[in-house]
């Protein structure tokens, strides 16, 4: 990365970045940069100069670069997880309106114009079977089908494991395709869910005793 790129991120970025405290501006470079150009091409003089710091700051941070690498895909699993939370919360004791609302949330996301997959696939395509930042990953993304399975047990469906893997997939599929242009298969995507959703068999009312947490 040269001078160039990093003067030009410091432009982009917000003009409150040199008020926030070193560790936040360090994460907050870590992750556009992360983001923009991959883990291995971005080194730490790269992150501490557009942080608007230096080396010997973000070492007193983070150990290593990578740590800030699994301090950014904590972040990014939180704020993942907090997405489902609210969208839980918002549409309390009703699974229609959360499938909709999660749906919503999808078609969000593909028609982010900053959108070029996302970022913690992006890192576990790049990082080693052993890096820490892997059981992250791993643990995110099995909450993640999860929480749909939970989903679709509350909303009565007949295969709710079968729906998750399919919804799953094709979500994560659809983030990876929309890398090679917008207007691929993944610009169909929110179509195909609701199709899928709307036809996946679903028990009879009268077959639930009672509503499962969706939580």
Not at 132 to 149: F, G, T, W
Not at 150 to 179: M, T
Request: glycine share 4%; aromatic share 6%.
């Amino acid at each position: 990365m040269n001078t160039l790129q990093i003067n030009r991120l410091r432009m982009d970025g917000s003009p409150e970045l040199a008020e926030l405290p070193p560790r936040e501006r360090i994460m907050v470079a870590a992750r556009d940069l992360f983001y923009r150009y991959g883990l291995h091409p971005v080194g730490v003089d790269a992150i501490a100069e557009t942080a608007l710091t230096n080396k010997m700051t973000l070492y007193r941070h983070f150990k290593s670069k990578d740590d800030l690498i699994v301090a950014y895909i904590k972040r990014l699993a939180d704020e993942g997880d907090e997405v489902w939370e609210r969208i839980i919360s918002e549409n309390s004791g009703n699974p229609e309106k959360c499938l909709d609302a999660w749906v919503d949330y999808v078609e969000d996301v593909l028609t982010n114009k900053l959108e070029r997959g996302c970022a913690i696939a992006n890192a576990a395509v790049e990082l080693d079977a052993e890096h820490p930042a892997r059981a992250v990953i791993e643990a995110y993304k099995s909450r993640k089908r999860a929480n749909l399975v939970k989903l679709f047990k509350s909303a009565r469906y007949r295969e709710p494991e079968l729906l998750a893997d399919e919804v799953f997939l094709l979500f994560e599929g659809a983030r990876i395709n929309i890398q090679c242009g917008k207007k691929g298969p993944a610009s169909r995507l929110v179509r195909m869910l609701r199709n899928l959703l709307a036809a996946a068999p679903r028990l009879p009312a009268s077959k639930v005793r009672r509503s499962p947490t969706i939580a």
